[in-house]
């Protein structure tokens, strides 16, 4: 046997391992390694039963994912599982799988073709193929089904969200739970089993439904995936590749779903969310800070500030198991503060996410207070005052002196200096910022905001605080608004030129949200609230472009009390329970406005609206990563996808520029500078790439060469 799969015996019950780490990811050779184990099971008469089990952490999470864009790229074959797949569930004796840590994708395909599955309980099994841009390949649509049924099928595969164990066995997916050791348990239930004639999945129709029921569940699920995964093609094709299986013969199915998957491998969608997988992964990888840097120990919080942002980070935190200490400067801030998270942790429990017992054992994992007492205990602080140097040192000051001598000292500031706020401190070392986004216990982002002087050990335990708290933590240099909202204030002052000039808020909303991205900016802005980008506005006047266009749309508004939704009006007017619609008032004061002004009105196109306000974010993201204070071109891109609502089938927008071609974007980003004047005015790296026929992604792999 190959050093991939091992295969050995225990009496008369055959064990098939698959050692390929860190996840045991079906790559050729793996697949070729379980065709010959199962072949020498065949030969081999004394075996009267096989178990298939996964060395390691886990067994199998799937194809492995390298080598769609080697196919894709021309640079490897597309072979087939299926083969494989027959061989084993045509096993002349049973096969049993044995499934610990996550059976996902081929790794599922793989369960199912054998004739028995059998987990612990913590196991998890799904078919995540959709978050990846495909959808099962070697007949999942077609087997899964089969086991558990049209619904649970369509709902697994147009989701990706994997199930428990628990669940599983209760639809028929496994057959046995196995509590303790799971290679005992298996070669138990095999020699149970051995003998006896096996069932293959593929034989079974018993739960694939009528044609008249699975009319209507198809109907209802295709108009929920546009609802709910709008713009996503995967999940369509998933219930296509399941349709198939109701309507088709075994093997005439699984050539629909070939045709189907091989749709999606080549697709743009899904090039862009494996980019996305990735460069997820590459995140936490820090150049000067090696994986084994060591980490402070984080066993409780302090936070200081109970208002929008401190409250929603302790539920954050209180909710992977860590204590927090919650301080405000006035009780009415704190019970404010508390009140908000008990109405939060209410939500949840309305919508099943947590049962009312975690929620009382979270609760009391926040302790309020209004002082600075237990601050010495605190393993680390997050202060989240009002946004202002002086107050922020303010409170840095104190937490020097209260704070024991290792705590890490961070800031959720937006905006402001990091070293500047450490300035006050004896120990710049421990100061770094960490900034959570609103809702904080909703959003996945993290910026992990690297000081001048932060240590390496603070910065590897926020990275992989983060990941222990749910977040993405992204790790961020220290400039004006960091990754995130440097390119993001831009981006909505474009928003306000459009409508300047003649666009209808809607119009201008519209131009992104019908590209994928969840909100417009326009729309964001009134849901946060217009006066925390007027005030952050009004704060850094001294940073514009001297001579450069400064929008007014949004000032005005503000200055007439119009704040967005929490006034009832700001872009949109909006009705008791936030519902949005069109106020004909804006495009009139606009008209008005923009004549003083001086600015002809026109019509502008929903390309126009759009290009503007994409490539205003690529070319500040241009700069930023010239700059360096983002590590990767990836790195903005999982920023803008998990903080920004930035479609992930588009990549980020980074990525999405490469595909449009950077070349294209630069004429494009020419072009508006010479229309519109400064603030267009190409940043250098893109004009670089540009003109050197090159995009981010070759930008990027030239750095990394550079370093190794
Ligand atoms: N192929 C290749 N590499 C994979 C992989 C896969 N299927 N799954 C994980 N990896 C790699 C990661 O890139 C990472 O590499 P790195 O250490 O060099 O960065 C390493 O394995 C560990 O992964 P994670 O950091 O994600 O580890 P976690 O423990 O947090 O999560 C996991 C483990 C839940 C298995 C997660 O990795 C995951 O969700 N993997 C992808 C699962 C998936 O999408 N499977 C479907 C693949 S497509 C398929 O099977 C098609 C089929 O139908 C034909
Ligand atoms: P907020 O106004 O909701 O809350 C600030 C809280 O700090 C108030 O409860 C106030 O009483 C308290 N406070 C003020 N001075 C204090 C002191 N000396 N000691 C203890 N408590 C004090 O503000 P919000 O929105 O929560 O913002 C906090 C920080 O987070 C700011 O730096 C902001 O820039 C940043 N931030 C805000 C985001 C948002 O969307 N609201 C997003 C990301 C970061």
Not at 87 to 94: I, L, N, Y
Not at 164 to 185: F, M, N, Q, Y
Not at 277 to 283: K, L, N
Not at 563 to 579: F, H, P, S, V
Request: proline share 5%; with cysteine.
């Amino acid at each position: 046997m190959s050093e991939l799969i091992q295969l050995t015996r225990e009496n008369e019950i055959a064990v098939i391992t698959i050692d390929n780490p860190p996840v045991n990811a079906l790559s050729p050779a793996v697949q070729a390694g379980i065709n010959a184990a199962i072949t020498k099971i065949n030969q081999d008469e004394e075996v009267k039963a096989a178990v298939l089990i996964g060395a390691g952490r886990t067994f199998v999470a799937g194809a492995d994912i390298n080598e769609f864009g080697k196919i894709t790229s021309g640079k490897a074959k597309r072979g087939s599982f299926l083969p494989v797949l027959l061989a084993v569930e045509d096993c002349r004796v049973p096969v049993v799988v044995a499934i610990h840590g996550n059976a996902l994708g081929g790794g599922l395909e793989l369960s199912m073709a054998g004739h028995y599955r059998v987990a612990v309980p913590t196991a998890q099994v799904g078919q995540p193929e959709v978050n990846l841009g495909i959808i099962p390949g070697a007949a999942g649509t077609q087997r899964l089904p089969r086991l558990v049924g049209v619904v649970k099928a369509v709902e697994m595969c147009t989701t990706g969200k994997p199930i428990k164990a628990t669940e599983a066995a209760s639809i028929g997916l496994l057959d046995k739970l196995v509590e303790g050791d799971l290679l005992a348990g298996a070669i138990a239930f095999a020699r149970e089993v051995a003998g006896k004639p096996a069932p293959k999945t593929r034989l079974r129709t018993d739960k694939l439904g009528t044609a008249e029921q699975n009319a209507a569940l198809f109907a209802a699920a295709r108009e929920t995936v546009r609802k709910k995964q709008r713009g996503l093609q995967a999940p369509l094709a998933a219930i296509d590749a399941i349709e198939a299986a109701t309507k088709m013969p075994f093997e005439k199915g699984c050539e629909e779903e070939a045709r189907l998957f091989d749709q999606c491998l080549y697709s743009d969608q899904s090039k862009a969310l494996i980019h996305v997988f990735f460069a997820e992964r590459e995140v936490p990888k820090i150049p000067d800070v090696p994986k084994d840097t060591p980490v402070r120990p984080v066993n409780s919080l302090a936070i200081v500030g109970a208002g929008t942002m401190g409250s929603g980070i302790a539920m954050v935190f209180a909710n992977a198991g860590i204590p927090v200490t919650l301080k405000d400067a006035e009780q009415a801030a704190l019970d404010r503060g508390l009140e908000t998270i008990r109405k939060n942790y209410a939500i949840s429990v309305q919508r099943g996410r947590f049962t009312p017992q975690f929620v009382e054992e979270r609760m009391k994992l926040i302790k309020p207070t209004l002082s600075y007492d237990d601050f010495a205990s605190a393993d680390m602080v997050i202060e989240a005052v009002f946004e202002g140097m002086g107050l922020k040192k303010e409170v840095f000051a104190e937490l020097d002196r209260v704070c024991k001598p290792d705590a890490i000292m961070a800031s959720n500031t937006s905006t402001l200096n990091i070293d500047e706020i450490a300035s006050v401190t004896s120990r710049p070392e421990s100061v770094i910022g960490t900034h959570f986004f609103s809702p904080a216990n909703v959003m996945r982002l993290l910026e992990v905001v690297r000081g001048r002087k932060s240590s390496k050990d603070v910065i590897a335990t926020c990275m992989q605080l983060g990941k222990r708290i749910g977040k993405v933590a992204v790790l961020v240099g220290n400039c004006w608004g960091f990754v995130g909202n440097r390119m993001f204030l831009p981006y909505i002052r474009e928003a306000q030129f459009l409508v300047e000039e003649g666009a209808a808020p809607e119009a201008v909303d519209a131009s992104v949200t019908n590209f994928g991205l969840a909100m417009g900016p326009l729309a964001v802005g009134d849901l946060g609230g217009l006066d925390v980008s007027y005030r952050i506005r009004k704060e850094f006047r001294h940073l514009d472009k001297p001579g450069a266009r400064r929008p007014f749309m949004e000032d005005r508004l503000v200055e007439m009390g119009r704040l967005g939704q929490k006034t009832g009006a700001g872009w949109y007017r909006y009705d008791e329970q936030r519902r949005s619609s069109t106020d004909p008032e804006i495009a009139a004061l606009a008209g008005k406005w923009s004549t003083e002004a001086g600015i002809p009105r026109r019509s502008i196109s929903e390309d126009e609206a759009r290009d503007r306000l994409i490539y205003m974010l690529v070319n500040e993201g241009a700069r930023i990563l010239e700059e360096g204070y983002a590590l990767r071109a990836g790195d903005i891109d999982i920023i803008y996808v998990n903080g920004y609502g930035f479609p992930a089938y588009r990549g980020g927008p980074m990525w999405y520029a490469d595909t449009v071609g950077l070349k294209k974007v630069y004429d494009r980003v020419c072009e508006f500078h010479r229309a519109h004047g400064a603030l267009w005015e190409p940043a250098p790296l893109l004009k670089k790439l540009a003109e050197a026929g090159k995009g981010f992604a070759d930008f990027q792999r030239e750095a990394a060469q550079a370093t190794t």
